[in-house]
Structures are given as structure tokens and as C-alpha cells.
């Protein structure tokens, strides 16, 4: 399993996509169940594949550095992990610009 994130910057509390692409023989790659789970084992969410192709869509992570890993599950063809992802979560993403003017005395 290839497993990847949308690009940063990511935000607390905003949607996160990570995308799970299975790579194995496409004649397999229909309703597979695939876990997402973070760097404490915790799972995260589910999705089943449609081409190959599973998609979660969380907005829980909290702030800091998470890594993650998606795995196979409930198939007979095949259980596979995908190597580990690390992402990190930001508190805001603020886009400061500072305009100083100065005025003679």
C-alpha cells in the first residue's frame, strides 16, 4: 500500500485526506477494507476501496507530529501495510503581513 497526505499546511481542526493506494494486481482492487491507524495504534477510520483507491477524510487530529499507517484487512487475497506517514499538525495557518509606515517628526 502506498500511503499518502494531502499537502500541508495541515490545521486542527480542519479535514485531513490521507489516501490509501493499493498496489496489487487490479483484477483484486474492489471492496477492500482498509484501517487507518496513528502512531499509539489508535484507528482512525475505515474506507473501503473503489480502483484501488481508499480515502479518509479526518478532522480529529490534534496538534503535533502523528505518524500514520493504513492496512489491509478482511480480504483473503492478500494483508499488507502501508510503510508508516508522519504529518504534522498545525495550531493556525496564519498568512501575517506587517506594513509599517513611518512618519518624520
Do not use: M, Q
Amino acid at each position: 500500500i502506498a500511503l499518502s497526505v494531502e499537502e500541508p499546511p495541515l490545521v486542527v481542526g480542519n479535514t485531513i485526506r490521507f489516501t490509501a493506494n493499493i498496489t496489487e494486481d487490479e483484477s483484486k482492487l474492489y471492496n477492500i477494507l482498509v484501517v487507518f491507524k496513528d502512531e499509539n495504534n489508535n484507528e482512525l477510520g475505515t474506507a473501503l476501496s473503489t480502483d484501488g483507491i481508499a480515502i479518509l477524510d479526518i478532522d480529529t487530529l490534534s496538534v503535533g507530529e502523528h505518524t500514520i499507517t493504513a492496512t489491509v484487512i478482511e480480504s483473503e487475497l492478500y494483508n499488507s501495510v502501508s510503510d508508516d506517514i508522519t504529518c504534522t499538525v498545525i495550531d493556525h495557518n496564519y498568512d501575517l503581513s506587517i506594513n509599517v509606515n513611518i512618519v518624520g517628526v
